[in-house]
T-cell receptor
Framework: DQQVKQNSPSLSVQEGRISILNCDYT??????FLWYKKYPAEGPTFLIS?????DKNEDGRFTVFLNKSAKHLSLHIVPSQPGDSAVYFC????????????FGGGTRLMVKP | DAGVIQSPRHEVTEMGQEVTLRCKPI?????LFWYRQTMMRGLELLIY????????DSGMPEDRFSAKMPNASFSTLKIQPSEPRDSAVYFC?????????????FGSGTRLTVV
């Protein structure tokens, strides 16, 4: 049973436009959510996180939105750049669960020049 | 800090052979995680340790998989005997206590191919 799902395996966006990556979860006990970015032949790197008590967190070109009632979060990248082309994973964690994270399956973002 | 160091980067082995993957976490991190990435299942947690003690190994697929952390600076993931379906990228990650919100630091991974 996948508790965190990314239903779009890939997304293609023109440079300069907005990229929106989506993630759904089933466990209402999650306390925080994260997005990771992964380039080929490298490990995932932490991008941005959001607490379950917030509905938005912004860091430069990256904004994460959380809709708890819909159990949905999204990552917005504005403007998109070719260097953003990577696989993006969303993840969720629970306080007191020993830092353990549950990851989605990933979405491959391609930003075309 | 050199980050999380995994070795080898690539491993090709024949079915039935024993494979050992190695990980050196970031010094001072209390948690160590082993993940596996496949096309079908994305990133799945295999096992994690807290202060060298295994806490949750429910993700370990079979008895063929075992993991150890003999000290705070070293962990191994062993597959014996290996099978072609074990082919995947295996990641090690580490994290300080109570820092889950700020994410783990992952190693560069070991790409395992079992032929």
């Amino acid at each position: 049973d996948q508790q965190v799902k990314q239903n779009s395996p890939s997304l293609s966006v023109q440079e300069g436009r907005i990229s929106i990556l989506n993630c759904d979860y089933t466990n209402s006990m999650f306390d925080y959510f994260l997005w990771y970015k992964k380039y080929p032949a490298e490990g995932p790197t932490f991008l941005i996180s959001i607490s379950s008590i917030k509905d938005k967190n912004e860091d430069g070109r990256f904004t994460v939105f959380l809709n708890k009632s819909a159990k949905h979060l999204s990552l917005h990248i504005v403007p998109s750049q070719p260097g953003d082309s990577a696989v993006y994973f969303c993840a969720a964690g629970t306080l007191g669960a020993g830092n353990m994270l549950t990851f989605g399956g990933g979405t491959r973002l391609m930003v075309k020049p | 800090d050199a980050g999380v160091i995994q070795s080898p980067r690539h491993e090709v082995t024949e079915m039935g052979q024993e494979v050992t993957l190695r990980c050196k976490p970031i010094s001072g991190h209390d948690y160590l995680f082993w993940y596996r990435q496949t096309m079908m299942r994305g990133l799945e947690l295999l096992i994690y340790f807290n202060n060298n003690v295994p806490i949750d190994d429910s993700g370990m697929p079979e008895d063929r998989f075992s993991a150890k952390m003999p000290n705070a600076s070293f962990s191994t993931l062993k597959i014996q005997p290996s099978e072609p379906r074990d082919s995947a990228v295996y990641f090690c990650a580490s994290s300080p206590l109570g820092q889950g919100y700020y994410g783990y630091t992952f190693g560069s991974g070991t790409r395992l191919t079992v032929v």
